[in-house]
């Protein structure tokens, strides 16, 4: 082992000839110059595995920065909300209008009796009526005052859908976005409205989900007038309504049907905390 490591006895070494003295030599000139430069050696090896793992951190830290990024243009989604200016309110409650009389005529031709048409007097009323339910129920967001969530009235959602009320979490890691849409039955009491704006909301989900990832809460509130029909069809709506919303299975959504005085007093920590 010794020889193979080009190390002898005096005695052997001085017994060799010239040129095999030389190859010992060599040797071990070679074995000493490996042994002094193992310490640069080992420190050149480990700030070469340092440089190593700080390209690695680099690269990992401009990765995550581009994630993070990307997870912050998502989850900021819901605040490139539009409020709408008062006109545009104004042309969605006559909208809103104009589609509840269409279906209770619409109805009302089908059973044989003539339509009433309704004088522009009455259809601004049915507006005024409209806007103002939506307005009490946002007031009653803005009184309560939940420091989780930031409320808006009447926004356009990316410029395809509008929402009577969006409540956009500060936390958005913890708490999903709340859209509460508000529906006033004036007229008649009606499933196609019903039908029509549950369609709505799950559209503008699932545009929401597709864009972000996020899946909003749903909260469909239906105010009906105490007058606009007998106690029995008022129960036979409500159990319709009910029925009709137990073959969809949607994920964060909740309805309310209630009636102008449960309106006035609805407690509005059963949507917000």
């Not at 581009?66 to 969605?92: C, F, N, P, V, Y």
């Not at 009184?143 to 969006?166: G, L, R, T």
């Not at 909301?201 to 909260?219: A, D, E, G, Q």
Request: proline letters at 2%.
């Amino acid at each position: 082992m010794k020889q193979e490591l080009g190390i002898i006895s005096s005695a052997d070494y001085n017994d060799l000839i010239q040129s095999s003295r030389d190859l010992v030599d060599n040797r071990i000139s070679l074995n000493l110059i490996v042994i002094k430069a193992l310490p640069f050696i080992s420190i050149g090896l480990f700030l070469f595995g340092c440089l190593l793992i700080f390209i690695g951190f680099r690269k990992w830290k401009k990765k995550q920065d581009g994630i993070d990024e990307t997870d912050g243009i998502k989850l900021e989604l819901l605040r490139a909300t539009k409020q709408l200016d008062s006109e545009e309110i104004d042309e969605k409650a006559e909208m809103e209008v104009q589609e509840e009389i269409q279906e209770s005529t619409s109805n009302e031709k089908t059973k044989d009796e003539k339509p009433k048409v309704k004088s522009k007097e009455e259809i601004e009323k049915l507006k005024s009526n409209l806007i103002g339910m939506e307005k009490l129920f946002y007031d009653k967001i803005i009184e309560f005052n939940s420091f989780a969530y930031e409320p808006k009235a009447n926004v356009k959602i990316d410029d395809k859908f509008e929402a009577d009320i969006v409540l956009t979490p500060n936390n958005k890691r913890k708490n999903p976005d709340i859209i509460v849409e508000v529906k006033y039955l004036q007229t008649k009491l009606n499933m196609d409205i019903v039908k029509k704006s549950f369609s709505a909301l799950v559209k503008m989900r699932n545009h929401i989900y597709n864009s972000s990832k996020r899946s909003p809460t749903l909260i469909l509130i239906m105010v009906y007038r105490s007058d606009i029909g007998k106690a029995e069809e008022i129960r036979r709506f409500k159990n319709g309504v009910v029925e009709y919303f137990s073959q969809f299975s949607v994920g964060n959504f909740r309805h309310f049907i209630l009636n102008e005085q449960e309106a006035e007093n609805f407690n509005i920590n059963t949507i917000v905390k």
